[in-house]
């Protein structure tokens, strides 16, 4: 079946650090990929998405791009803060009302 | 965006009595809700899909008499954990899509303490 596989965290960075947390998946078709974002006690928010290859999600600052050839969708920001300090979450859906499949998760802690 | 509600968001309750978790789409209907347990530190886990009207689509390993689902209208979907024991102790989880929304938004969770 279908899965995530993201880098095992937790990954903790100084302010204006540059992050990349690595996603790569499986699937059967043409998923879309999305990148969740958990703040603590929270629920999920998303954070990109992508629908097809060579599409690039960004919101926030945070980048990733749908890369069929290696199959990956690596989140990426060139300057975090504290305030990204957060679990993230790659996932990849392959139609409409399908459920989301997760990766396990990645920890990013920020530092002053 | 679409908000997904999800009521309480926290609660307590003694082993061996039942919890009824609300979860409510605020501004759209919801034709598919999901509902997902995450343990601590860990990833979320798909427990059953729900369509409105229709019985719930249980995973492989979740007990349907334990985690009962419905979901009888456009906007609310319910999950009530029977007979809990401290095993079923989690943050709940659910999602919804639906109609003009073709993402899933996710409710804020809801933390189950069973003692």
């Known amino acids: 079946g279908d899965s995530v596989t993201q880098m095992e965290g937790p990954v903790t960075l100084s302010e204006e650090a540059f992050l990349t947390i690595n996603c790569t998946y499986t699937?059967?078709?043409?998923?879309?990929l999305f990148w969740y974002v958990q703040y603590p006690g929270e629920g999920l928010q998303l954070l990109l998405k992508?629908?097809?290859?060579?599409d690039k999600g960004s919101n926030k600052g945070f980048e990733a791009t749908y890369r069929k050839e290696t199959t990956s969708f690596h989140l990426e920001k060139g300057s975090v803060q504290v305030s990204d300090s957060a679990v993230y979450f790659c996932?990849?859906?392959?139609?409409?009302?399908?459920?989301?499949?997760f990766g396990k998760g990645t920890r990013l802690s920020v530092i002053a | 965006g679409a908000v997904v509600s999800q009521h309480p968001s926290w609660v307590i309750c003694k082993s061996g009595t039942s919890v009824k978790i609300e979860c409510r789409s605020l501004?759209?209907?919801?034709?598919?809700m999901f509902w997902y347990r995450q343990f601590p530190k860990q990833s979320l886990m798909l427990m059953a899909t729900?369509?409105?009207?229709?019985?719930?689509?249980?995973e492989q390993g979740v007990e349907k008499d334990k985690f009962l689902i419905n979901h009888a209208s456009l906007t609310l979907s319910t999950l009530t954990v029977t007979s809990a024991h401290p095993e079923d102790s989690s943050f709940y989880i659910c999602?919804?899509?639906?109609?003009?929304?073709?993402?899933?938004?996710f409710g804020p969770g809801t933390r189950l303490t069973v003692t």
């Open positions: 996932a990849s859906r392959n139609s409409g009302n399908t459920p989301l499949v």
């Open positions: 992508a629908t097809k290859a060579d």
């Open positions: 999602s919804a899509s639906g109609g003009m929304v073709s993402e899933q938004y």
């Open positions: 501004d759209f209907q919801a034709t598919t």
């Open positions: 729900s369509n409105e009207g229709s019985k719930a689509t249980y």
């Open positions: 699937a059967t078709g043409y998923p879309s």
